[in-house]
T-cell receptor, first 115, second 115 residues
Framework: GAGVSQSPSNKVTEKGKDVELRCDPI?????LYWYRQSLGQGLEFLIY????????KSGLPSDRFSAERTGGSVSTLTIQRTQQEDSAVYLC?????????????FGQGTRLTVV | GNSVTQMEGPVTLSEEAFLTINCTYT??????LFWYVQYPGEGLQLLLK?????DKGSNKGFEATYRKETTSFHLEKGSVQVSDSAVYFC??????????????FGKGTTLSVSS
């Protein structure tokens, strides 16, 4: 596709359920990022994949959050036992290759609401 | 660790006013610096960037100069328009080793321009 694609665009789930959010990066982009955007909190870094290197998971807020990237392309962010504080917009971005100044392209995000 | 601090908003200006949004950073390596913009209802997109000290990034009448001595990357525009109303995010990416680090964002500054 032409840009970063995220699905679903909206997700409403009950507290305690697990959810999976999908990101299709731009073809050929080796770097992929997940962020969480909450009102008043800006963009919170969650996890970063770069090529075959071990992912940087330093931003994941708890062990309920995990992410994988299969075949160096599609990524799935999984939130287990969702809580109301998990409600936010989850953004995915990708970039061509990590070098200083490389532009990251963002998807439209998945709005998650936990009720 | 790496971090970005930008001025709190919202910033409210009249059309044709001068804009400054302050951004300072902390980084362990040799960061590249970015301004991203999020227009209402749209995804994040790159506005401008600078990859080394004293570089000036510019786009759409906006400018920012990479000041290593003050660890700053302030965003400026000489004459804002209503269409500039958006949320502006300062960000950095640090480069060391081969993997580098993900983009780290500030909390965002909301700009509202009235006619």
């Amino acid at each position: 596709g032409a840009g970063v694609s995220q699905s679903p665009s909206n997700k409403v789930t009950e507290k305690g359920k697990d959810v999976e959010l999908r990101c299709d990066p731009i073809s050929g982009h080796t770097a992929l990022y997940w962020y969480r955007q909450s009102l008043g909190q800006g963009l919170e870094f969650l996890i970063y994949f770069q090529g075959n290197s071990a992912p940087d998971k330093s931003g994941l807020p708890s062990d309920r959050f995990s992410a994988e990237r299969t075949g160096g392309s599609v990524s799935t962010l999984t939130i287990q036992r969702t809580q109301q504080e998990d409600s936010a917009v989850y953004l995915c971005a990708s970039s061509l290759a990590f070098q200083g100044g490389t532009e990251a392209f963002f998807g439209q995000g998945t709005r998650l609401t936990v009720v | 660790g790496n971090s970005v601090t930008q001025m709190e908003g919202p910033v409210t200006l009249s059309e044709e006013a001068f804009l400054t949004i302050n951004c300072t950073y902390t980084a362990t390596g040799y960061p590249s610096l970015f301004w991203y913009v999020q227009y209402p209802g749209e995804g994040l997109q790159l506005l401008l960037k600078a990859t080394k000290a004293d570089d000036k990034g510019s786009n759409k009448g906006f400018e920012a100069t990479y000041r290593k001595e003050t660890t700053s990357f302030h965003l400026e525009k000489g004459s804002v328009q209503v269409s500039d109303s958006a949320v502006y995010f300062c960000a950095l990416s640090d480069v060391y080793g081969q993997a580098g680090t993900a983009l780290i964002f500030g909390k965002g500054t909301t700009l509202s321009v009235s006619s």
